[in-house]
């Protein structure tokens, strides 16, 4: 399986805030496993963390703030995109003001560092939450959307739509992850010169400049105004009739406002707290439409809070039932497994197909066919057995004895007709010849029986 990946050493980035003005240093460091991104504020009294997740997010006016108590980091949008496109699960940031660096306006500095530092893997599995059904969130009024379809890895399309003559419609496309650094990075955030009066009369775009934004000129005002605007701003004098982009760099790539918007969904995905495997379709994203979805996404996360293996019956079995039955001892009416679908260094998928014909069911029950739940997790345990002889050479001269089982619980009833898919894991390494398991049953995706257990391998007489 894939392993969660932090960083292999820290760096440090340093630059004004966008919103601020305020000089700042940000900086990155490896986390342990499982431990997520979390932002320190090392700026204030006892340097409180703040989680970067979704429900943090408290406003997304011209970016994503996160927050806790009283304790706010805004602009982390370019930071998470550029972790998360590096596939970096866990993540400690310290930071020394209210928000990021703004930088040039993109994430690019961001990747050249993580690059530069390289990556390491740990021995955790990383967690994907898998899309296997649509999942959209809709702004009626502004029609924006973002819908996520199934996929086998991440992947975005973008429609960004303005009311302007010089930003109409753009597209933008990411097909890996890999690709982020050299075609998504280095776009930058981008304004148009209508919005700039009001955000800085909302107290923002303090340290925003020509050389941290594509400043768009599209609508023709009278030039006192236009004076006023760009005086404002710090933004050399303009003629009315010159209309286009204004800044001191050109334009990165052609689309670059939309490979933006595409950049910003990363970052705002980022808070989900796990990487996904899908492809989001968004049209004319925003940061708030883009909290709302990666909220709704996290409590889809809850309700399936584990998650059914994808189970495709017409691909080869990595274990069939003839070799099966040269592993296990087992033979009919107690051969429980059919086939293993899938297998890990520390986990393996089995298949249960429940048929009629199975024998306990002419008395368990006759009028209502129900598999027994002793037989369900006997067939969850023949699994796990085929896991722990997995980590020996010549198996087939060893034994697994199961010595305790705890915590088993049944979730629904199981009937002809279903194919229950086993997920066991191991929880701790093997010891003395002693394994720890954790595994789960579903048919299709819900939990039906689960179940902890411990057992000894043993080598044959």
């Known amino acids: 399986m894939t392993k969660q990946k932090t960083l292999k050493e820290s760096f ?49 006016q011209r970016g994503t703030v996160v927050a806790k108590n009283d304790v706010q980091i805004s602009t982390i949008e370019h930071a998470m995109a550029a972790l998360y496109a590096a596939e970096i699960d866990n993540c400690l940031i310290e ?43 809709k702004d009626e009024a502004t029609g924006a959307s973002l819908i996520i379809l199934p996929d086998d890895k991440f992947n975005l399309n973008v429609l960004i739509s303005f009311d302007s003559c010089i930003l109409p419609n753009q597209y933008a496309t990411l097909e890996d992850l890999s690709d982020f650094e050299q075609e998504i990075a280095s776009s930058r955030t981008f304004v148009f010169v209508k919005e700039i009066e009001g955000l800085m009369k909302a107290n923002l775009i303090k340290g925003g ?17 236009l004076n006023r605007i760009t005086e404002l701003a710090g933004i050399s004098p303009l003629s009315i009739d010159k209309l286009g982009y204004l800044n001191n760099k050109p334009l990165v790539y052609p689309n670059e406002p939309a490979r933006h918007k595409l950049l910003d969904i990363i970052g705002d995905m980022a808070l989900i707290g796990k990487p996904l495997k899908g492809r989001i379709i968004a049209t004319r994203p925003g940061h708030k439409i883009n909290n709302q979805f990666a909220r709704l996404v996290r409590k889809e996360i809850k309700i399936h809070e584990v998650q059914a293996p994808v189970y495709r019956p017409g691909e080869e079995p990595v274990i069939d039932i003839n070799r099966i039955k040269e592993l296990l001892p087992h033979r009919y009416p107690f051969l429980l497994i059919d086939k293993i679908i899938e297998m890990g260094a520390k986990h393996i998928v089995g298949v249960k197909n429940v048929s009629i014909n199975e024998p306990f069911f002419m008395g368990h029950f006759p009028e ?23 980590t020996v050479e010549e198996p087939h001269r060893y034994s697994t004895y199961f010595m305790k089982i705890d915590n088993v619980k049944f979730r629904q009833k199981v009937v002809p007709g279903d194919t229950i898919i086993f997920r066991v894991q191991f929880l701790t390494d093997i010891r003395r010849g002693i394994a720890n398991m954790k595994g789960y049953g579903f048919v299709g995706e819900k939990v039906v029986v689960e179940a902890e257990f411990m057992a000894q391998i043993i080598k044959n007489k």
């Open 12 to 60: 440090s980035l340093s630059g004004k805030g966008l919103h601020t003005g305020l000089n700042i240093k940000v900086t990155f460091h490896p986390a342990p496993e499982n431990h997520g991104y979390k932002i320190k504020r090392i700026d204030l009294q006892n340097a409180p963390v703040v989680d970067a997740v979704a429900e943090n997010v408290k406003s997304t």
């Open 95 to 137: 930071v020394d003001a209210p928000e990021f660096p703004i930088l040039d306006g993109s994430a690019v500095f961001y990747s050249e560092a993580i690059r530069k530092v390289g990556t390491e893997e740990q021995n955790a599995s990383k967690d994907y939450f898998i899309i296997k059904e649509k999942i959209e969130v």
């Open 368 to 390: 209502e066919p129900v598999m027994p739940g002793v037989l369900m997790v006997e067939a969850m345990a023949q699994a796990s057995g085929l896991l722990v002889l997995s």
């Open 209 to 225: 400049d020509l050389d941290n934004a594509i400043v768009i000129y599209d609508e023709k005002i009278p030039q006192e105004e």
